[in-house]
């Protein structure tokens, strides 16, 4: 199983970023998929997770991002950020699980000036 994101970038505070992530097969074979994120000096935290059609996210996050998948294609995933603040700038991962095995994209670096 392979994950690539992309879409990261520099961005405005009250600006909006779209996260890809391609997966090598459909993302109705996983249990999970999900955006995590990692800032210098911190731990790798979720951001938001897609389990089904039931999304979770981090308090942090509700409101203002938004996960999801491409229904045609099936190997798409999306993480919609609206509203960017400076606290968000990380390097954001996507990750998908089955059978107990966890699989992650090699990470996009969102920077959100103030």
């Known amino acids: 199983v392979q994950l690539q994101a992309s879409g990261g970038g520099l961005v405005q505070a009250g600006g909006s970023l779209r996260l890809s992530c391609v997966v090598s097969?459909?993302?109705?074979?996983?249990?999970?998929i999900g955006w995590y994120r990692q800032a210098p000096g911190e731990e790798r935290d979720l951001v938001a997770i897609?389990?089904?059609?039931?999304?979770?996210y981090a308090d942090s996050v509700k409101g203002r991002f938004t996960i999801s998948r491409d229904n045609v294609q099936n190997t798409v995933m999306y993480l919609q950020m609206n509203n960017l603040r400076p606290e968000d700038t990380a390097v954001y991962y996507c990750?998908?699980?089955?059978?107990?095995?966890?699989?992650w994209g090699q990470g996009t670096l969102v920077t959100v000036s103030s």
């Open positions: 097969e459909s993302t109705f074979n996983f249990n999970g």
């Open positions: 990750n998908a699980v089955k059978s107990r095995q966890s699989y």
């Open positions: 897609l389990r089904g059609r039931s999304p979770d």
